[in-house]
């Protein structure tokens, strides 16, 4: 059988040939599918979560919401009623939600289709129309609810999972009131799944505490060194190459992250002028690899110093008193050893190093640096830097690389290059 490239390796939202099962993570999901709990996946960018739930899961068990900065919970509530054929027409709406305070309502009529109802039926083939209506049934309900919501879900008999993809982009206090609502789905038998962007364990515990055996937490890393040489070993069967001269250079390189693996992969197969599986072996070689590197360095380059300057960039002009604590952190980024930088920083370590490099080191304090770190996800997002490249373990007080091509970047572009480049802040002294 002939595979082309794009099938075997590279990322991509289609589930690839060359998607390895891993014994703990993916029979920790099926557990968990199997279970009443909701299941949250997460991880840093491109590490295999969207590609877990779909291995496991056929289309028909599950409908997506995919989430953005400016949406609601109403906007969530909204596209899952509608996914499943529940329409709704506003009649009141005195919400407050835009204002996080999730105290006002937004009244809907709704209407159900009742359970065993057929839809309107057209038989062509005979040149006749026929049509059997509808029996709806109207209620009048608060989208902001999710006790309202759950008993929509209900009254049609909902049985399909929900997937919430990009939970990380929702502001904060969204994130929140949903944590508060997935107790109530839970009660009524509505499962979601949730992924995000981040590593730390009990993320949404951290939002609302009752969550505690009503969810499942899944990390999708870390990847082991063996799961990548799979990866390697599937791809040259199905495209009938050779990557041995290579391949534990491959592996190294990656720095846990199997996306940066699928990609290097496939443009080293680019670089060799493989598209599809080979009628002979291909050798792919050093120079074939090399290629592969400066083309994901050009890459991804051009993403990550766009995100650079956008993270520093100054809202305000001449203010003296400014910190520039984006500024300062890059510095700081890039004086560090590698092996620093995947380890992550602690709070202690980033404010020791800012103060060192700082203009005005006295005005450091623990409360500017509590504000940087605990909103760095939401300034990022804010900034439409998006995934986010930071962020920040509130219970190991760690900030952490979340983006996997980061790693690749600051591995093979010289750092002293970035700051040289990076527009400096403008600093007016008193």
């Not at 491109?46 to 496991?56: A, S």
């Not at 709070?347 to 800012?354: A, G, H, S, V």
């Not at 690749?408 to 002294?429: A, C, H, M």
Request: net charge neutral; charged share 25%; hydrophobic share 35%.
């Amino acid at each position: 059988m002939k595979y082309e490239l794009d099938e075997v390796f590279g990322v991509s939202n289609k589930l690839i040939e060359t998607y390895k099962h891993r014994e703990d993570i993916d029979q920790k999901f099926i557990r968990a599918v199997g279970s009443d709990k909701h299941i949250i996946i997460y991880g840093a960018s491109k590490q295999g979560k969207t590609h877990l739930y779909k291995r496991h899961l056929s289309e028909n068990e599950f409908i997506i919401v995919e989430c953005s900065p400016e949406s609601q919970t109403t906007d969530i509530y909204k596209s899952i009623l509608r996914q499943i054929g529940v329409s709704s027409n506003t009649t009141t709406t005195v919400s407050s939600e835009q204002s996080l305070s999730f105290d006002g309502s937004l009244s809907v009529k709704i209407k159900i289709p009742l359970v065993g109802a057929l839809e309107p039926k057209i038989e062509a083939d005979a040149g006749n129309v026929s049509t059997k209506s509808i029996s709806y049934s109207t209620y009048e309900f608060n989208l902001s609810l999710a006790q309202d919501v759950s008993e929509a879900l209900v009254c049609v008999k909902f049985t399909k999972k929900i997937i919430i993809e990009n939970f990380h982009y929702l502001n904060e206090e969204i994130q929140r009131k949903l944590a508060f609502d997935l107790r109530t789905f839970h009660d009524s038998g509505i499962k979601f799944i949730i992924l995000g962007i981040w590593k730390e364990k009990n993320r949404l515990l951290q939002f609302n505490g009752d969550l505690v055996d009503r969810i499942t937490e899944i990390p999708v890393e870390p990847w082991a060194a063996g799961d990548f040489h799979k990866i390697i070993t599937t791809g040259e069967e199905l495209l009938n190459v050779d990557f041995s001269s290579i391949r534990d250079a491959i592996v190294s390189d990656t720095f846990g992250s199997v996306g940066v693996l699928q990609e290097l992969c496939k443009e080293s197969c680019i670089s060799a002028e493989v598209f599809r599986t080979s009628s002979t072996r291909v050798k792919i070689s050093d120079r074939n690899y090399l290629d592969a590197i400066l083309k994901k360095v050009e890459h991804y380059s051009g993403r990550h110093f766009r995100s650079f300057e956008t993270f520093i960039e100054q809202q305000k002009k001449n203010e003296s008193q400014h910190l520039f604590l984006p500024y300062y952190f890059l510095r700081v980024l890039a004086s560090l050893e590698f092996n620093e930088i995947q380890i992550g920083l602690t709070r202690d370590k980033l404010q020791e190093k800012i103060k060192d490099i700082h203009h005005n080191a006295s005005s450091i304090c623990s409360s500017s640096m509590s504000y940087f770190l605990h909103n760095i996800v939401k300034y990022q997002i804010k900034k439409g830097i998006t995934p986010p490249l930071f962020d920040y373990d509130i219970s190991n007080r760690t900030l952490r690389i979340i983006d996997s091509t980061l790693f690749f970047y600051l591995r093979y572009f010289k750092k002293d290059n970035i700051i040289e480049q990076l527009t400096q802040p403008e600093i007016v002294k008193n």
